[in-house]
Each structure stands twice: as C-alpha cells, then as structure tokens.
C-alpha cells in the first residue's frame, strides 16, 4: 500500500529542498517539493494516458531537478525546453513569490507552460491541451469532476489563506471517489499547502494521512534556520 513521507534533502550540488514521495504504491516517487530559494512545486500524474505511454524509457523525471537547480520562475522560464521537452507526461503547478506557473507535458518532447502573476491555477489528472498527445485521453470521472469542484471553490473567494486552503483540499462535497479528499477506490495520503510572501520565508503546512496511522500535522517556518537542519524525515 502506498506511504507518503516528508523528507529534506541536502544534495552534493545544488539547493536543499523538502519533498513529499510516495516510497511505494504504482506510482513511486517524488510529488511535491519546495527548495531553499522558495521554489514550489506540486505534480500531477498525467493518468488520462495509458501507464506505458507516462512510463516512457526514453524520457525521465523533471521534480527532482527543477528543486534541486532552479531557483525562480523566471529560470525555470528560461530553460524550459531542456526541462521539459525530454520530460516524461505529467501536470506541474509551480510558484515563488512572484508567480504562477502551470505546464501540461506531453508525448514527444511537447508541452505547454502557462505563466501569471497572480489569480489561481488548478488542474487533476488529464490534459486541457490535447495537441499535446498523438491520440485521444480516457478522463476519469474523478478528474473531471474535482477539476470543476476546485475552479467552483476558488471562484468563491477571491483571496486565500492557508487556513482556506486546508478547508478546500478537505472538500468531500462529491462522494469518496469523485471529492478532492478522497476515502474510496483512492484515498487522499496527504496535504501540502504553502504561502510564498515576498520579503519573508515560505510557510509550509503539511499533512500526512497514512493508511493505519492516525492522522499527522505539521507547519513550518522555511527560514533559514529551517533549511540549516540536516537532512532528516519530517513527520516520521
């Protein structure tokens, strides 16, 4: 059964970051992850695909190097074709201080970035831009359904807090399967909400809901005493 973890890491080169991985499960492997310089990034499995076409040989992995190397939107704006055109599909949601940004990658080296200043991003599981794939997607029904719950909920309120995010990731307005916390066929393992205020640290609020263990919180201040700990799990 899969298990989420909160782990930092200090690699050899590069930025500290904190990551959230699923150790086992389908789908191993880093989900989100915010770095020393006050990169955010959260992905999404591009599961509309068939698990041959994401799990592509020829292609790899983008989570670890956009945390680990980039710094800002603006250089991960820059080097955005050597990020993603040799990146297996998948959904990114990333953001610093001064931003947003939203890439849908594709089938052969194709993506699509979108970029703004401020106002919202949401996205689930398949792809808004279907020129990026050589055929046509299966979109769950789940997918579809907590696209338009989320864009419901935040057109409600034209200013969030993280307390107002916790409410909204903890939406069960849509059935076990089909809300944004989900208990049915998936279950939701954990929450990850971050503020990015200019001219201060990051604000991280996390939440682990393993299988078999009661439910985890934790909120951390990502300043620089923070990010001088040695690498360590959070949330154990």
Do not use: C
């Not at 990015?196 to 393993?210: F, H, K």
């Amino acid at each position: 059964m899969r298990k989420i973890l909160h782990i930092m890491r200090h690699p050899e080169h590069g930025y500290a970051y904190l990551g959230l991985y699923a150790d086992n499960g389908s789908e191993p492997g880093i989900k989100a992850g915010v770095n020393q310089k006050g990169l955010a990034v959260v992905a999404a499995e591009a599961s509309s695909l068939p698990r041959a076409l994401r799990a592509d040989s020829a292609r790899h992995g983008v989570l670890t190097r956009l945390l680990r190397d980039y710094g800002s939107l603006d250089e991960v704006a820059s080097a955005a074709d050597k990020l993603f055109a040799q990146a297996r599909p998948v959904f990114l949601l990333l953001a610093d201080a001064g931003g947003l940004m939203q890439v849908e990658i594709g089938q052969h080296g194709r993506y699509r970035l979108i970029r703004q200043q401020s106002g919202t991003l949401a996205h689930t599981n398949h792809y808004a831009d279907t020129s990026l794939l050589d055929g046509a997607q299966t979109i769950g029904p789940s997918s579809q359904a907590r696209l338009e719950r989320i864009r419901f909920l935040l057109d409600q309120h034209p200013a969030h807090t993280l307390s107002e995010f916790e409410r909204l990731s903890r939406d069960r307005h849509d059935g076990p399967d089909n809300s944004l916390w989900r208990s049915g066929r998936e279950h939701t393992l954990a929450g990850w909400r971050i503020a990015l205020p200019a001219g201060a640290p990051p604000r991280l609020q996390l939440t682990l809901a393993n299988p078999g263990r009661a439910e985890r919180d934790g909120d951390y201040a990502l300043d620089a005493a923070f990010w001088a700990q040695p690498a360590r799990t959070l949330l154990p």
